[in-house]
Nanobody
């Protein structure tokens, strides 16, 4: 089992920045990749960004490219999401997730076995 705990959410204004953190504990040695997803009220959970744990390869949803940056600290078992130039449409609950195998669908939530409890990000206009 892998436990994930997010932090760093909050209420900001459009154009502001925010950094989310996710700490992993438990059987972290089995982690292949981690990702951030988000879910707005009445909408499906959507992929935001992901990173492979060993190589650090990153990938992003088109909606956040150039504004969001994912990074990881292997020594601390932490993943970060730096969000710049936030927009009201970024408002959602943000979830950290982990998967322990390769997948042909890295942007789908299904391959991710472990999830955090989520942290709310609200961007006012």
């Amino acid at each position: 089992q892998v436990q994930l705990v997010e932090s760093g959410g909050g209420l900001v204004q459009a154009g502001d920045s925010l950094r989310l953190s996710c700490v992993a504990s438990g059987r972290t040695f089995s982690t292949y990749a981690m990702g951030w997803f988000r879910q707005a009220p009445g909408k499906e959970r959507e992929f935001v960004t992901g990173i492979t744990w060993s190589a650090g390869t990153t990938y992003y949803a088109d909606s956040v490219k150039g504004r969001f940056t994912i990074s990881r600290d292997k020594a601390k078992n932490m993943v970060y999401l730096q969000m710049n130039n936030l927009k009201p449409e970024d408002t959602a609950v943000y979830y950290c997730a982990a998967r322990d195998m390769m997948t042909a669908r890295p942007q789908s939530p299904e391959p991710y076995r472990y999830w955090g409890q989520g942290t709310q990000v609200t961007v006012s206009s």
